[in-house]
């Protein structure tokens, strides 16, 4: 049976291989395309949030589950990272630097089985777009809680600043208590 220690295991002997990222893509690949399994090892969610399955100076596991409708403004790993979905959404919207802040340079949609691989100097950001959980295993080659100097942009005027983990948790905070009303709200 799939156990936490199962997909960090997975994870450890992919990015031993000669090239990381894409053997970490299959490692990946191989663990959403049967999102029960990976759903019952991760357990219920409840609330958008990263959860920290691995953390080590090379390889960092994470569970994020992103809150519906939540959005992340552009940001950088500096770090390849691999996301694998199991359930629901997540927009990818990708930029690069330009002369004055950044510049749109395309975007992917990922839903259930759908892996994306990007590179240490990938330029995200990512969106909910539906009324359910977006889940995913996020997998990087380095500590993703390390101390990097890393950027993020302002999602209004793209103004870079440094990377701000405990702001991002903030988001999650706060779109999970935005969604928590909104179902309150609806209900009879």
Request: glycine share 10%.
């Amino acid at each position: 049976m799939l156990d936490i220690d199962e997909i960090v295991i997975r994870c450890r002997q992919a990015i031993g291989e000669h090239t990381p990222p894409l053997a970490v893509r299959d490692a990946v690949t191989e663990l959403v395309s049967d999102p029960g399994a990976l759903s019952a090892a991760i357990g219920p969610i409840t609330e958008g949030g990263i959860k920290l399955l691995h953390r080590a100076p090379d390889l960092t596991v994470l569970h994020i589950a992103w809150t519906p409708g939540m959005q992340l403004n552009p940001h950088e790993h500096a770090m390849f990272a691999v996301v694998g979905m199991y359930g629901g959404q997540e927009d990818n919207a990708f930029f690069r630097r330009a002369e004055h802040g950044l510049e749109p340079s395309g975007g992917r949609e990922l839903t259930q089985g759908d892996v994306l691989v990007m590179g240490d100097d990938a330029i995200h950001a990512v969106a909910n777009p539906r009324r359910e959980y977006a889940v995913a295993l996020h997998v990087y080659g380095g500590d993703f809680f390390g101390d990097r100097r890393r950027s993020e942009w302002d999602a209004a005027t793209l103004e870079e600043r440094p990377r701000d983990v405990e702001g991002t948790m903030r988001l999650f905070a706060a779109a999970n208590a935005a969604w928590a009303a909104e179902a309150a709200a609806e209900e009879p």
